[in-house]
């Protein structure tokens, strides 16, 4: 009997993560927060609707989507004309600003096929992390808040091993909208969001930066080809802020061997904080 292609890539990515981290063997740390590392959780299938038809610098840093009101038959239309995103971006005053310019936001197709814009979620008020992502998706997208399907569950647990509540945190994503079928954005896409992102860091002033996979990391540092493999678990920086890249949380869903070394890194970000995990919860 063939051996299924999702087996094949957990052991593939298993071996990889141990090749990465230098090792060939080594027992779990026992205080390692139980449960951000345990096994997910069966998903039931989702519902289904009768008659409907988705650079780095080294430092010393799920349906388809839905076609706006009004508009039927052939895709999606172009953009509104808008100012430069820049523009737009730099005269925010605050965060609540920068949300509310995200929400209008036209500048690309993305306003079209989008049910809402994903602006960001969190202490705005100089937080100790501020963890960055890819792009909504289909929950996000129904929601407008980040990080709130089941790769967002997994982040809580992320967040809860490190001894913060969600509240504590900020979190964002370099793509305001989903992009259909959650694909990678595009660099144009990236392009027309990213000036909100960093003024929105620029605003929240975090202590640290998570970025969570390959695409926040080629956003945050402008390096399109990097792989995030080779950067994770690096300190960098974003301007002056310490800037630690490591696996996405949707990442881990696939590959949990993944979550140890994604552990290693968010202690990483605990030391350099002066910060120690909570004790383990028995349950």
Same mark, same amino acid.
């Given at each position: 009997?063939?051996?299924? *292609?999702?087996?094949? /890539?957990? @052991?593939?990515?298993?071996l990889d993560v141990e090749i990465q981290?230098?090792?060939? *063997?080594?027992?779990?740390d026992p205080a390692v927060v139980a449960?951000?590392?345990?096994?997910?959780?069966?998903?039931?299938?989702?519902? @289904?609707? =009768?008659?409907?038809?988705?650079?780095?610098?080294?430092? +010393?840093?799920?349906?388809?989507?839905?076609?706006? +009101?009004?508009?039927?038959?052939?895709?999606?239309? &172009?953009?509104?004309?808008?100012?430069?995103?820049?523009?737009?971006?730099?005269?925010?005053? &605050?965060?609540?600003? @920068?949300?509310?310019?995200?929400?209008?936001?036209?500048?690309?197709?993305? /306003? !079209?096929?989008? $049910?809402?814009?994903?602006?960001?979620?969190?202490?705005?008020?100089?937080?100790?992390?501020?963890?960055?992502?890819?792009?909504?998706? *289909?929950?996000? &997208?129904?929601?407008?808040?980040?990080? @709130?399907?089941?790769?967002? #569950?997994?982040?809580?647990?992320?967040?809860?091993?490190?001894?913060?509540?969600? %509240?504590?945190?900020?979190?964002?994503?370099?793509?305001?909208?989903r992009p259909p079928d959650n694909r $990678?954005? $595009?660099?144009?896409?990236? +392009?027309?969001?990213?000036?909100?992102? *960093?003024?929105?860091? #620029?605003?929240?002033?975090?202590?640290?930066?998570?970025?969570?996979?390959? $695409? /926040?990391?080629?956003?945050?540092?402008?390096?399109?080809?990097?792989?995030? %493999?080779?950067?994770?678990?690096?300190?960098?920086?974003?301007?002056?802020?310490?800037?630690?890249?490591?696996?996405?949380? !949707?990442?881990?869903?696939?590959?949990?061997?993944?979550?140890?070394?994604?552990?290693?890194?968010? #202690?990483?970000?605990? =030391?350099?904080?002066?910060?120690?995990?909570?004790?383990?919860?028995?349950?």
């Amino acid at each position: 009997m063939p051996v299924p *292609r999702d087996l094949l /890539a957990a @052991v593939r990515t298993y071996l990889d993560v141990e090749i990465q981290s230098g090792r060939r *063997r080594q027992p779990l740390d026992p205080a390692v927060v139980a449960d951000f590392l345990a096994p997910p959780a069966p998903v039931a299938p989702a519902p @289904v609707r =009768a008659g409907s038809g988705g650079r780095a610098v080294p430092a +010393a840093g799920s349906g388809g989507a839905r076609p706006p +009101a009004g508009r039927s038959g052939a895709g999606p239309a &172009d953009p509104a004309p808008q100012a430069d995103p820049a523009q737009v971006a730099a005269a925010a005053p &605050d965060v609540a600003a @920068v949300a509310e310019a995200v929400r209008s936001c036209r500048l690309c197709a993305l /306003a !079209a096929t989008r $049910t809402k814009s994903v602006p960001g979620v969190g202490n705005a008020d100089s937080p100790l992390v501020m963890f960055i992502g890819e792009a909504p998706g *289909r929950d996000e &997208d129904l929601r407008g808040e980040p990080f @709130v399907g089941r790769a967002g #569950q997994l982040l809580d647990k992320m967040i809860a091993a490190m001894g913060f509540a969600r %509240s504590e945190v900020f979190i964002a994503n370099v793509l305001k909208c989903r992009p259909p079928d959650n694909r $990678t954005p $595009t660099p144009d896409e990236m +392009a027309h969001c990213l000036p909100f992102l *960093r003024r929105q860091i #620029q605003l929240v002033r975090p202590k640290t930066i998570v970025a969570l996979g390959a $695409t /926040a990391y080629r956003g945050l540092t402008g390096d399109p080809g990097a792989s995030i %493999s080779k950067f994770r678990g690096l300190w960098l920086k974003f301007g002056d802020i310490p800037l630690l890249p490591t696996f996405h949380p !949707a990442y881990l869903l696939r590959a949990p061997a993944a979550k140890r070394v994604v552990w290693e890194d968010l #202690q990483k970000v605990l =030391a350099f904080l002066g910060r120690t995990p909570p004790p383990v919860q028995k349950k």
